[in-house]
């Protein structure tokens, strides 16, 4: 069998629970290909040269180095059994002649390798931890498919690998992660660490919530060159509350969520909330938070960073495949610290002084064990480490240098996440308290229930760990233009009371500006229709026919329609009368015809989604 054959066979000895957590791993790379329908397109795909560049960068060093010394020990077999080559094609001879003396890609040919082979170029012949080590190494690459076992127990690797790593230097097999010089480590205690996390995390659900809501109220327009207009992301940190790095990190946080997506049409590239976002805002503080988190750590982007050479900007497809194994080692070299123990990372921008930035080298040795393809060997190092641990911090990952309980639980999945963050973020509050000075205070994050009906009549002041709203008349105006009755809005507001009534300064104010609501109106309408005979506006307003216009006395020789002026005139005339078209100033317009152009082409439809991983490994298993 070739490689693909053997992969596929290993493959099929799975279970659906296990081919379905292959396909849970690579759901990023595998996306870009179709769905597989057979084993051996699955092994295709897994093997292809984009998916195995992204796998090899999650690996670390042990898996790396036992993948490379199978890669050349695969090589130099295929040489040593490899037929004598025919001679050269002579100068000048065109592409079919190198192809057929087989001189393109020769370095692409492997043979099967036996695993004690492997192990002895990684001086793990013999027993002990360097050999537990290799074999543990082993598993995980036939685990993640990366690696495939032929029927006589020797390894098969994809044919790509030798591009990929066979020139790096790796080094001395390293079975154990090294840890940050003692001078790096500072002591931390977890209780204040568990402290800050738990403010970090409430801090990012209401900054979130609040960045979203200003984008559902106002969508955000997009440059021609691509990326968040600066006085955008401007507008959306102040509602936001936050700084505008860390605004530019919750938009391309939410827009790899699919909370926002990005809107074009002739007049330009907006960026509003999606149908995701009503969804998401019925969902507890803790239940929001996961999907955020989530997707910042597989972001192929440093938000607050930006592109080398470039300056920030928020919502610009992130390329650099770089980001996220990156995080990832950081977030694992700092989970390889005992607990009370962290690393004193100085914030951006870093300083001159090099004994500043030692602990930040310190951490960043310990994180390219984890991945040696992603971390120091990249450019900027430093600068990319300090603005990922930065954004770390921020969103409750890190705190005081050490990994966080939130952060061990992202590291963990998604159900460890989802039950960390309920635990630092309680219920959501149903009630607040309602004082005198035309105040609400929610001592907690509010429900969506009440965030909505305060927010509909009252301005939001504070946040933080008690959010206050004040009272005014504008405010209650606003929730009156909106539909809200005064008296319905009583009694909403009495319900939503922690003590079940309101002080009578707020019904005061709610009962005056009531009275002068709604005293001078103001008719909307889409055109007018006047006449100087009376009688005829009349018999207009009483016409069957014209019922559709919504046709409205406002005063003797004056009717207002619902219609726009092109559908009355239509209208008129089909029933029989010769109107004509009149300008503001009060001349007659001479109609013309209308020039019509194509439209558009409509959108391509969006991609399939793909199917769950389990239902497509029980399919692929059934052949």
Same mark, same amino acid.
């Given at each position: 069998m070739d490689g693909l054959d053997t992969l596929a066979h290993a493959l099929g000895q799975r279970t659906p629970e296990?081919? #379905?957590?292959?396909? $849970?791993? !690579?759901?990023?790379p595998l996306s870009h290909r179709p769905a597989p329908t057979r084993l051996r397109q699955l092994a295709a795909a897994l093997w292809s040269y984009e998916t195995v560049h992204h796998l090899v960068l999650q690996l670390d060093r042990p898996r790396l180095q036992l993948l490379a010394a199978v890669s050349r020990a695969g090589q130099r077999l295929a040489e040593e059994n490899a037929p004598p080559r025919p001679p050269a094609p002579r100068s000048g001879a065109g592409f079919e002649a190198l192809m057929s003396h087989s001189l393109s890609f020769p370095q692409l040919a492997a043979e099967p390798v036996p695993a004690e082979t492997a192990y002895e170029a990684l001086g793990a012949g013999g027993p002990g931890a360097a050999r537990e080590a290799a074999a543990a190494a082993l598993r995980a690459l036939y685990e993640d498919g990366l690696a495939a076992p032929a029927e006589d127990g020797r390894i098969v690797v994809p044919p790509r690998v030798p591009q990929l790593i066979g020139g790096l230097g790796l080094g001395d097999f390293a079975p154990v992660a =090294?840890? =940050?010089? =003692?001078a790096a480590l500072t002591r931390t205690d977890p209780a204040l660490v568990g402290a800050e996390t738990q403010a970090a995390a409430a801090t990012l659900a209401s900054a979130m919530d609040r960045l979203l809501a200003a984008l559902? $109220?106002?969508p955000a327009a997009l440059r021609k060159s691509g990326g968040?207009? @600066?006085r955008e992301t401007k507008r959306l940190a102040k509602a936001a509350g936050i700084g505008e790095d860390r605004a530019r990190l919750l938009l391309d946080t939410a827009e790899a969520a699919g909370l926002i997506a990005l809107s074009r049409d002739s007049g330009g590239t907006t960026a509003l909330p999606t149908a995701a976002y009503d969804d998401w805002l019925a969902r507890p503080a803790g239940e929001r938070l996961a999907p955020v988190l989530t997707a910042w750590a597989e972001l192929r982007a440093i938000p607050t960073l930006g592109a080398l050479g470039e300056p920030p900007a928020a919502l610009v497809r992130g390329h650099d495949r770089y980001a996220a194994p990156l995080r990832r080692a950081l977030l694992e070299a700092l989970a390889a610290l005992p607990e009370g123990v962290g690393v004193a990372v100085p914030p951006p921008p870093l300083p001159d002084a090099q004994d500043a930035l030692q602990p930040l080298h310190g951490l960043i040795q310990a994180a390219d064990w984890h991945r040696p393809l992603a971390v120091a060997g990249q450019p900027m190092a430093a600068d990319r480490s300090a603005h990922t641990l930065s954004e770390a911090a921020f969103l409750g990952v890190v705190a005081h240098g050490a990994l966080s309980p939130l952060g061990r639980a992202l590291l963990a999945g998604p159900a460890g996440l989802r039950a960390e963050l309920s635990r630092l973020l309680p219920p959501p509050l149903e009630h607040a308290h309602f004082q005198a000075d035309l105040t609400a205070v929610a001592p907690g994050a509010p429900s969506a229930g009440l965030a909505e009906?305060?927010?509909a009549c009252a301005d939001r002041e504070s946040e933080g760990h008690a959010v206050t709203w004040r009272f005014s008349a504008d405010s209650v105006r606003r929730a009156l233009d909106a539909g809200h009755a005064p008296g319905a809005l009583v009694a909403d507001l009495t319900a939503a009371s922690a003590s079940g009534a309101l002080p009578q300064p707020l019904t005061y104010l709610i009962g005056d500006t009531a009275r002068t609501h709604g005293r001078v109106r103001v008719v909307r309408t889409a055109c007018? @229709?006047?006449s100087d005979d009376e009688a005829l506006v009349r018999e207009l307003a009483a016409h069957r026919e014209l019922c559709a216009l919504g046709l409205r006395a406002i005063a003797p020789t004056v009717l207002v329609a619902a219609e726009p002026p092109d559908a009355v005139l239509r209208a008129l005339r089909a029933a029989g009368y010769a109107p004509v078209l009149e300008a503001e100033t009060g001349t007659t317009v001479v109609e013309r015809a #209308? #020039? !019509?152009?194509a439209k558009a082409p409509a959108p391509l439809p969006s991609a399939r989604k793909a199917a769950e991983p389990l239902a497509l490994a029980e399919r692929l298993l059934r052949g």
């Open positions: 296990q081919l #379905a957590g292959l396909l $849970a791993r !690579h759901r990023e =090294p840890r =940050p010089a =003692p559902a $109220a106002q968040l207009a @600066v009906l305060l927010g007018c @229709v006047r #209308a #020039a !019509h152009r």
